[in-house]
């Protein structure tokens, strides 16, 4: 049997009425108070319509201000997949209490697929009725672009474009930072290797320079499978690379190098149909349990560097395609009988 329904269409034109008055109200007193949010947002009455957002609403929704009062309805304006059933702006009015739904996805004309956290509280009059809804749409799809962007730039700004590798003020920094951790563990041992293609003029003179650049991305490609998660490698400039290597003695510095020098030897590289052959010339220098006192890191790594580099030179001019160790060429391995040189200012 149907329960009667006592409440003449009068009554209810006249809640409803009233309802809308004070909205209108609350929105003039807290109007203020609205312009804090940075997320989308909109108010939305008692009849389920839209009548208060702001401007992060309307990029949402991709509609103009004038448009989205018309259309009116929230579940027309914001196609989501809980709507109109599970629509959050009623689920708020209904119970009079808070809701958060934290996987949202929708459609408007901005977005195709749109991925929301929507949360509302009630409006309340006086007596504690709801009279409206405060809705925040928070566009998960917007920040995740943002934050695929801001990762993009800053791969930019530290990886060189032609070889993947990382650009040389952050092989630098890197370098630098390692030579402090070794120096904070105290007896750290720590390598750094140069490496250059040789006759890399002639490789572009002959062959061209698309050509020179694909030789440098295979090259780099093989530096960066043969180094350790915990190396650094970096293009240093032109076509010299660095390999910084953490925990690394003469030895396994010599063992690297080796067997890269190998395998870019034994890599067959053909562009255009044409063979290039390419082999490396390689120097390294190691710090090797250093005693860190009274030594200056940012003059160990420009040590280090030029050790490196002169044993590069080294290796090049006694027939290219090797590895020359700075300690070989010096006759000491560690940083301590260059030490005068490496101290810090007093």
Known sequence: MAIPNNTSPSQNEGDAQKKRQS?????????FLLGIFLDAYCIVDAENRVVEFNEAFTELTGESYRKILKIGDFCTVLKTQLCPGECPAKQVFNQNKSVRIDEVHGETKSY???QMIVGGVPIQDAAGQAIGVLLTIRNVTAESELQKKYDERKKESIVDGLTQLYNKVYTEGALLRGVKNAFRQNEGTFSVVMCDIDHFKKVNDTYGHQAGDYVLSNVAKILKEEARDTDIVGRFGGEEFMAVLPN?????ALVFCERFRKRVQNTKLVHNDKHIPVTISMGTATLDKVKSEGLDPALCVKDLVNRADTALYFAK?????RCCQSETLSGSNTAEGD????????
């Open 339 to 346: 030490k005068a040189p490496l101290k810090k200012a007093s």
């Open 112 to 114: 195709q697929d749109l």
């Open 248 to 252: 690394t003695d003469m030895e396994g």
């Open 23 to 31: 909205l209108e109200a609350w929105l003039e007193a807290n109007r």
């Open 317 to 321: 001019a006694n027939g290219r395609n």
